[in-house]
């Protein structure tokens, strides 16, 4: 049980030494040089840490704006596609100026202008006299 005890302590040691290791060359990747070197993890990590908090709001913020901008361009691109929609809809369906379709909303518009100037009479024009038929 004693030995068992030393190899634990004996790996707990390496695994110490590794990680101080790895921590002196995270400082020097950073290029971080503490104020005081028996406080130099605490004073790392207090910087770190409110870096990442600094960071994680940005990052929020800019995914925001982000998401704010697509949505922006995605409206618009619908937009566009609905206002070619609607163009290509009316080349394919031009009245021309003697067809059908022109003299029909020619009509209607005069039946329209005849029934505001008039009171709220019933229009007559369209009723078929018994026995014309």
Do not use: H
């Not at 104020?35 to 207090?46: E, G, N, V």
């Amino acid at each position: 049980s004693l030995s068992t005890a030393r190899k634990q302590l004996d790996g707990t040691r390496k695994l110490l030494e590794d990680n101080d290791a790895r921590f002196q060359k995270t400082i020097k990747f950073f290029s971080y040089s503490p104020k005081k070197p028996d406080k130099a993890i605490f004073d790392f990590f207090s910087t770190w840490s409110s870096f990442c908090l600094d960071f994680k709001d940005v990052w929020k913020k800019e995914q925001v704006r982000l998401q704010k901008l697509n949505l922006q361009l995605a409206q618009k691109a619908a937009q566009d596609i609905a206002l070619k929609q609607k163009k290509s809809l009316e080349d394919t369906c031009k009245k021309e100026k003697g067809g059908l379709k022109s003299r029909l909303l020619n009509f209607e518009k005069k039946r329209s202008i005849g029934r505001s100037s008039r009171s709220q009479t019933p229009d007559t024009s369209l009723v078929v006299p018994p026995g014309s038929q």
